[in-house]
């Protein structure tokens, strides 16, 4: 019997930077499967984004085939701050989604979606959060 596999998608600061070749190292160990998108609509928080359930677009990111999903999730949780240790409403929430690879495949991946109310914030027009406009100082 094959064992289940767990696959991530990312679409901020845990994807690799443009040019790069390393990602995060929370991703240490995982399995780097290639760019990816899921349906959503993505927005500007506070210096990253959030990847929501909303509209038609796509956001743009990468998929990592996890090696030890247990212990990678319950870092990358505590990362997000999603876990019963941080007080509720949580700014996000990991759950399963269908993410299309460049190759047209559609994985289930594990991603984490924003949780919050977007009223108020500014879309990434595109989905990449990468290739949006750098705010002036």
């Known amino acids: 019997m094959n064992p289940i596999r767990d696959y991530l998608f990312v679409y901020g600061s ?13 991703l240490a160990g995982c399995e780097w499967v290639g760019p990816a998108t899921l349906a959503g609509r993505l927005y500007r928080l506070d210096g990253y984004p959030g990847a929501v359930d909303a509209g038609r677009g796509r956001v743009q990111g990468e998929v990592y085939r996890l090696r030890n999903g247990r ?7 505590r990362y997000e701050e999603c876990t019963r240790h941080f007080p509720p ?3 996000y929430r990991r759950v399963r989604r269908p993410v299309r690879l460049a190759d047209r495949r559609v994985l289930s991946a594990w991603v984490y979606l924003y949780n ?11 989905g990449d959060y990468f290739l949006q406009p750098q705010e002036q100082a």
Do not use: V, W
């Open 14 to 26: 845990l994807r690799r930077k443009p040019g790069a070749c390393s990602n995060h190292p929370l």
């Open 116 to 126: 919050r109310p977007t009223a108020g914030l500014r879309a990434i027009a595109g």
């Open 71 to 77: 212990r990678t999730l319950a870092a990358l949780d």
């Open 89 to 91: 409403p949580h700014e």
